[in-house]
């Protein structure tokens, strides 16, 4: 097992934070919020789990599985996105009533995403 602290298994995430290993399951999560090297995971049990591990780290691995960047911050799965305003607020609505913002360089991300 490597030392890192996360990789995925199957439809699992696991996330090491304080000495503790936590599986989460992938669909769970609701977005992922960045503060420096501090990734905050925010799941539909209410759950947070804050790992020191960069945003960019997750990006790639979470992109097939529904997850877009809507901002240099935040990562969200598009499964609990209720509400996307294109005007000039350019934020997503999460079904946890999270406001996210969408910067300009991912709003055509957003776009194709929604047109497929």
């Given at each position: ?28 999560i ?28 997750f ?14 911050q ?16 350019r934020?997503l ?24």
């Amino acid at each position: 097992m490597s030392k890192k602290n996360s990789y995925s298994l199957n439809n699992k995430i696991i996330l090491r934070e304080k000495g503790i290993t936590n599986l989460i399951d992938r669909d769970t999560i609701i977005y992922i919020k960045c503060s420096g090297n501090i990734s905050t995971f925010y799941t539909t049990e209410d759950k947070k789990y804050a790992i020191t591990k960069t945003l960019k780290s997750f990006t790639d691995k979470l992109e097939a599985h529904g997850f877009l960047q809507a901002n240099r911050q935040t990562i969200v799965n598009m499964k609990y996105v209720t509400n996307i305003k294109t005007n000039s607020k350019r934020s997503l609505v999460l079904s946890d009533k999270t406001e996210v913002k969408i910067s300009r360089r991912n709003m055509s991300e957003f776009n194709k995403y929604l047109k497929n």
